[in-house]
């Protein structure tokens, strides 16, 4: 089976920098997604890593280390509008190639950011 | 971008009846889609993997006869809750990939909340 863990509740103030962590166990790992959920709304996507090193893109940065089953999402200058879920997902091989890659969300990483 | 729709946003319905939730992928081609349920406070978990044309892939532990999924063409899929009961109450999100553009991003219905009465 596969297990993804990350921290349930994060807090931090508004300008400065917070790091979310992932780690995970899978079987034929194919990629690494972070999401960004705002309470009531679907997800939308931040980063996807599928090699070992850093991803940067603006404010927010992600982090993959394979070989430790690591990840971890950065976001920098944090704003008032930061405040929301943050989903570690895996993507995975499937034993069936007509079902597609799936992928695996962990338990979410509430963030609330003050001013 | 792509843009992935769901309809309805909200329904709420009494227990016992049925419930049709629609997915489809506005601008691009999916020949797969993804159905998830989350409760309150808790994240996506995958309920199943809906391919055009063929049967859907169900998660161990979900109902293949109380959850039905049809995905009759490459932009719609949907899902029927049948016989609902209040612990059915959840948020259902459906995503899609655009395979023409070979992205590995799944794209996220807006979610439809289903309250059961």
């Known amino acids: 089976g596969q297990n993804i863990d990350q921290p349930t509740e994060m807090t931090a103030t508004e300008g400065a920098i917070v790091q979310i962590n992932c780690t995970y166990q899978t079987s034929g790992f194919n990629g690494l997604f972070w999401y960004q959920q705002h309470a009531g709304e679907a997800p939308t996507f931040l980063s996807y890593?599928?090699?070992?090193g850093l991803e940067e893109k603006g404010r927010f940065s992600s982090f993959l280390s394979r070989s430790k089953g690591y990840s971890y999402l950065l976001l920098k200058e944090l704003q008032m509008k930061d405040s929301a879920s943050y989903l570690c997902?895996?993507?995975?091989?499937?034993?069936?190639?007509?079902?597609?890659?799936?992928?695996?969300f962990g338990g979410g990483t509430r963030v609330l950011v003050k001013p | 971008g792509a843009v992935v729709s769901q309809h309805p946003s909200r329904v709420i319905c009494k227990s016992g009846t049925s419930v049709k939730i629609e997915c489809r992928s506005l601008d691009f081609q999916a020949t797969t889609m993804f159905w998830y349920r989350q409760f309150p406070k808790q994240s996506l978990m995958l309920m199943a993997t809906s391919n055009e044309g063929s049967k859907a892939t169900y998660e161990q532990g979900v109902e293949k006869d109380k959850f039905l999924i049809n995905h009759a063409s490459l932009t719609l899929s949907t899902l029927t809750v049948t016989s609902a009961h209040p612990e059915d109450s959840s948020f259902y999100i459906c995503s899609a990939r655009d395979l023409a553009q070979g992205s590995h991003e799944q794209y996220f219905g807006p979610g439809t909340r289903l309250t059961v009465t």
């Open positions: 890593n599928v090699l070992d």
């Open positions: 997902a895996v993507r995975s091989h499937p034993p069936i190639k007509a079902a597609g890659n799936k992928l695996t």
